[in-house]
């Protein structure tokens, strides 16, 4: 019955009677004449009621927004002087021979081209926040996206092949959700944080190309960037090393960008290691669109009194960094105290600096900083010669534990950047290798993996596991765009004398390992070859490519960031013969 969509409706319709459905995103009454913006999905167009019409002109007198219509009617020029080139539609308007209201709609608790909404009366209200032109683009745009991804893969012999949603609680990253067994009393199934487990299983079992676009779950806490349920592109591949399987990913990511949103990124994008990345920027995503680095002065403040720098330096994991913002000498001592603050967020118990006036008088004279006198001018000569510093300048610096440092003149290099202007904007991808396996938590007083237990180490490192798991590096790699992670991935164990190794080297005894993941140690001792992939953040991607400021703009129906859904108001309570039959008792 329908024509067309709305907003395809324009000059080729010239002289033709078409029917259209939509909603009334607006009504106006031009004193005898009645105009209602007709819109779908697609866009809008221009319905005329002319009041000879007598019926249809009373039912448009009593259209409000988001009535749902039919009309049918003629498609003409709009008259010289009213056409809106802004619009497919704009030169055209459908006068109308019939009008039927299929659905009126109560008074919207906000206007759909109102910019300025609260998020909390946007997700209450999802569904009407979803009918808003930018969110349709949005999804738009996903599904596009979505498509690329299936066809790439297809081209290169992947198959999607679904894995479970009911799996084994195997809480070794972020906190699972649990689901209770009605059948089995007491015993729980935990949703998936990745299919990873069964990826590799898919290895052994012989399809040597796997994808999924799937569902993950994840109970940690939220941030703009996260979720407590999102989308993973999920893809592993057997009998291909890292540089292959990155070539890959890098192409999928490249024709991803030039198919959805007609960009052309690198043709070849750049290899960082993720020592590297720590040493010059503090963070292994770092966005590279700002030129600000880290200078290094650790071992420089080994030999200085200044206690602040010197205990700092002499620590085992210790680091001294400096950040030096070129012409920022012009920043006012409460934007000083603002970037202090910010960076206490990281763990940072202050934030020293130094006004470079004169850098030819590395003294009291010539520089300014509270920090100033307690160094001598041997070694501020060193710090202005190390960062390259100008007059105009200013050096803030960082003295604690190496992960404090980083984390945190990381995140002020990036907030700076951004705030005063040294982005260079544009899309800067790269790639982070050669990950440490493992990481010492404090906490717990063992190593824990990095990424995730299942890595493979680096060939020749394998002695480390068992000698010394701190110089263990991994077969792993991060795809990184704009200082956002997009997609981590690594080759896989797939030995079991090795991947028990690992499982030791992180305090995992062989009960432990057998009861979590005893079918995993089996099936690698049944031929399994070797593999490795990578996972994809979709909601990351496409929230970048739509310029989504959070990926909840490109969900459909999001959690707050107290993982609350406000338009289904769960989570919520249940009845307590739903929980005895779950057996199931709520303290």
Same mark, same amino acid.
């Given at each position: ?17 078409? *029917? ?122 996903? &599904? ?14 992947? !198959? ?45 079992? @012989?399809?040597?190309?796997? &994808?999924? #676009? ?39 990511? %490249? ?5 959805? !949103? ?16 720590? &040493? ?9 669109? #700002? ?40 920043? *006012? ?26 850098? *030819? ?59 005063? @202007? ?17 990481? &010492?938590?404090?906490?717990?007083? %063992? ?41 981590? @991935? ?13 499982? %030791? ?83």
């Amino acid at each position: 019955m329908r024509t067309d969509y709305c907003g395809h409706i324009d000059r080729r319709y010239l002289d033709q009677t078409v *029917t259209l459905f939509g909603w009334a995103h607006r009504r106006r009454d031009h004193g005898g004449v009645i105009f209602i913006d007709l819109r779908d999905r697609e866009g809008l167009v221009q319905i005329v009621a002319n009041p000879e019409n007598e019926a249809l002109f009373h039912t448009a007198e009593d259209v409000r927004n988001e009535f749902v219509l039919k009309v049918t009617g003629l498609v003409r020029l709009r008259p010289e002087g009213t056409r809106n080139e802004h619009l497919r539609t704009g030169e055209i308007e459908v006068v109308a021979h019939t009008l039927e209201v299929l659905n009126p709609s109560l008074t919207p608790p906000f206007m759909l081209d109102d910019d300025n909404l609260s998020e909390p009366v946007r997700l209450e209200y999802r569904y009407l926040d979803l009918r808003r032109p930018a969110m349709q683009r949005n999804f738009r745009l996903r &599904y596009r996206a979505a498509m690329t991804v299936r066809q790439y893969l297809d081209r290169l012999g992947f !198959i999607d092949i679904e894995t479970p949603m009911l799996t084994k609680s195997t809480p070794e990253g972020a906190r699972d959700y649990l689901v209770p067994s009605r059948v089995h009393h007491g015993e729980f199934y935990a949703l998936p944080q990745s299919p990873q487990l069964f990826k590799q299983l898919l290895m052994v079992a @012989g399809f040597d190309r796997y &994808y999924q #676009i799937t569902k993950c779950f994840r109970d940690e806490d939220l941030r703009a960037d996260r979720q407590p349920e999102f989308t993973q592109i999920d893809i592993e591949t057997a009998f291909l090393d890292a540089p292959e399987i990155m070539d890959i990913m890098e192409e999928l990511v %490249r024709e991803l960008f030039r198919e959805t !949103i007609q960009v052309n990124l690198d043709l070849s994008f750049p290899r960082m290691t993720w020592a590297e990345a720590m &040493y010059r920027f503090g963070s292994d995503k770092p966005d590279l669109r #700002i030129p600000l680095e880290f200078t290094e002065l650790t071992d420089l403040m080994r030999q200085v009194d200044f206690k602040v720098f010197r205990a700092a330096a002499d620590l085992k994991d210790g680091r001294v960094a400096a950040l030096k913002i070129p012409g920022g000498n012009t920043l *006012t001592r409460k934007e000083i105290d603002d970037y202090t603050t910010f960076v206490g967020i990281y763990g940072a118990r202050g934030l020293a600096y130094i006004k470079v006036n004169d850098c *030819t008088k590395p003294n009291e004279e010539g520089l300014q900083s509270p920090i100033v006198k307690f160094l001598d001018e041997s070694t501020l000569s060193q710090i202005l010669q190390r960062c390259g510093a100008a007059n105009g300048d200013l050096i803030f610096f960082g003295a604690d534990r190496a992960k404090v440092v980083n984390d945190a003149l990381g995140a002020l290099r990036v907030k700076i950047g951004h705030e005063r @202007g040294f982005s260079s904007g544009g899309w800067k991808p790269l790639w982070v290798v050669d990950f440490p396996m493992f990481e &010492y938590d404090d906490e717990s007083h %063992r190593w824990v993996a990095l990424h995730h237990p299942f890595t493979a180490p680096k060939e020749g490192h394998e002695a480390f596991l068992d000698s010394d798991p701190s110089k263990a590096l991994a077969q792993a790699y991060d795809i990184v765009l704009n200082g956002w992670e997009i997609g981590g @991935g690594s080759v896989r164990i797939h030995r079991e004398e090795i991947q028990s190794k690992v499982f %030791r080297a992180l305090n995992i005894d062989t009960e432990e390992a057998r009861a979590k993941f005893g079918f995993l140690l089996d099936a690698l001792q049944y031929g399994a070859p070797p593999h490795g992939g990578l996972a994809f953040g979709f909601d990351r991607l496409v929230a970048m490519m739509t310029g989504a400021d959070q990926i909840r703009d490109v969900i459909a129906f999001p959690k707050t960031q107290r993982a609350q859904c406000l338009l289904t108001q769960a989570p919520s309570a249940v009845g307590e013969a739903q929980l005895r039959e779950l057996h199931i008792k709520v303290r």
